[in-house]
């Protein structure tokens, strides 16, 4: 063989095995593809779709377009998990998916059919056990009784806010059978004051007794019991409760010794008086309703100046909407 013949071959050998070197590594690689919609079918516009190895570590990102498309090439083949994530890195579902060699795979993201798809596995799984189903059903009936109360709750609380004070207490009674567990002394906090409002004094009186009752812990109970004992001529039982409402919260105390004093001057006792008006120290400028004075001095002291007026329920902290259930 000739030498010239000789560097032909050699060429060829040299070349055949770059092509075959190159095959295989070649053949490692694949890409994605697909196209992600919301529940209401429009494209996830700006979401990102997180492409994990699953063999080996590996983590790729791509960025849908405007219209709700992604593409990823360059991928090795195997097992993957490709997450859609929303625009603020939250992830929304995952799918697993193979990337194999030759066409991209097709890996797409339908939230309505995702949704509906959990939904079907959810009753499947109720539906094979029994404690699960009673659960369920019990969940409902007690959201749907939650909504029931919400709503008559919120129309009391409209005609509370429209000085339509007898109409709403008619609106919190109603909402009272509904109301369930931390809810309960809720609505009854809502009822005595619409009572208190109308100037149904023994009403409300009854209803935030109960409030009491159930949550001894909250000083907007008892300060407003205390305003309804002191309209009721209940002058020691409501210096105990407003005394009870400063021990309670201490940040809002001033404002309790505040309607405590002026119960104290409204019984003559001036000592305790003062040493409320020095609890109080600084006096709400919110308060201007005046508590029951004493017999024929209606509101004002020996030395013409009076004790200024005491709080209304309402202000200050307190329970005004419902927890959910």
């Known amino acids: 063989m000739s030498f010239s013949m000789m560097r032909k071959a050699m060429g060829a050998l040299v070349v055949a095995t770059v092509v075959i070197s190159l095959e295989p590594a070649f053949a490692q690689n694949g890409g994605l ?56 890195g939250h992830d929304v579902f995952f799918l697993i998916t193979h990337v194999s060699f030759g066409d991209n795979t097709e890996c797409n993201f339908d939230l309505a059919k995702e949704r509906a798809f959990q939904k079907q596995q959810k009753e499947k799984e109720i539906a094979a056990n029994p404690e699960l189903k009673k659960r369920q059903e019990e969940q409902e009936k007690e959201t749907k009784q939650f ?12 005609l509370l806010a429209e000085q339509k004070y007898p109409e709403a207490a008619q609106m919190f009674e ?15 906090g809502k009822l005595g004051e ?15 007794e109960k409030a009491v009752a159930l949550r001894p ?33 201490p940040a809002q105390a001033s404002r309790y010794y505040y309607n405590y004093g002026a119960v104290m001057y409204n019984q003559g006792k001036m000592d305790d008086a003062a ?16 508590l029951p ?14 004790w200024p007026g ?16």
């Open 217 to 249: 812990d909250e000083p907007t109970f008892h300060n407003n019991l205390g305003s309804v004992y002191a309209e009721m001529g209940k002058t020691a039982e409501a210096a105990a409760e407003f005394k009870k409402a400063a021990e309670l919260d």
């Open 310 to 325: 005491g709080c209304p329920p309402g202000n200050g902290r307190g329970l005004s909407d419902l927890p959910h259930p």
């Open 33 to 88: 593809t697909g196209k992600c919609v919301g529940e209401d079918g429009k494209p996830l516009v700006g979401y990102n779709v997180m492409i994990e190895r699953q063999e080996v570590k590996g983590v790729f990102n791509v960025k849908t377009d405007k219209k709700g498309e992604y593409i990823r090439i360059g991928l090795p083949i195997g097992p993957y998990k490709v997450t859609l994530q929303d625009p603020n």
């Open 147 to 158: 909504t029931g109360l919400k709503q008559i709750f919120d129309q009391g609380n409209v």
């Open 174 to 188: 109603q909402a009272l059978p509904l109301a369930k567990d931390k809810n309960v002394p809720v609505v009854l």
């Open 275 to 290: 040493a409320a008006q020095k609890g109080h120290r600084d006096r709400p400028q919110i308060c201007g309703r005046l």
């Open 293 to 306: 004075g004493r017999p024929g001095v209606d509101g004002q002291g020996d030395d013409g100046q009076g």
């Open 194 to 208: 619409s009572y208190q409002k109308a100037r149904q004094y023994p009403k409300a009186a009854e209803d935030y």
